[in-house]
């Protein structure tokens, strides 16, 4: 079970990033060309958050059952057991927020500049957290990067 969960984290990791790659060039294109609030940046933002949500509730799973999740006196001073106990749940909680927070209230936002301009800024520093939480880790953030 851990190994398909494992699997499903890591490659659900794609189609995360993808959308989020996709949110922030059309809402900041939709931002910066003054371009109406569409039903497809209504789709492609819930497409994240629904992905987001879902990568976090494996990650939690795996977080719990995950061998390299380990607290004791070495946790703290070994840096690869740091990195999984604290480090990469930290980063992951506070992206997921931001693309909430962006979701939840650009849906809530009645001018389409000001929903272009929300959702184009919290889900990019949420991609900036994610992809430094990962590069941290050593591992490619995409297969060649």
């Known amino acids: 079970m851990y190994t398909g969960l494992f699997h499903s984290h890591s490659s659900l990791r794609y189609i995360v990033l993808i959308l989020l790659l996709l949110v922030i060039v059309k809402t900041t294109a939709g931002f910066l060309g003054n371009k109406p609030f569409q039903p497809i940046d209504k789709k492609l933002s819930l497409s994240l958050l629904i992905s987001t949500h879902l990568q976090l509730v494996l990650g939690l799973i795996l ?83």
Do not use: C
């Not at 380990?70 to 992951?92: C, D, P």
């Not at 927070?101 to 919290?122: G, N, W």
């Open 63 to 145: 977080y719990f059952m995950s061998s390299n999740v380990q607290f004791n006196e070495n946790t703290m001073k070994e840096s690869t057991l740091r990195y999984w106990a604290v480090e990469h749940v930290i980063g992951m909680l506070i992206a997921v927020t931001l693309i909430t927070i962006a979701y939840s209230t650009a849906k809530r936002m009645t001018e389409d500049l000001a929903k272009h301009k929300r959702l184009a800024i919290f889900n990019a520093l949420a991609l900036l957290i994610i992809v430094a939480t990962i590069w941290q880790s050593g591992r490619p953030v995409f297969f060649f990067f």
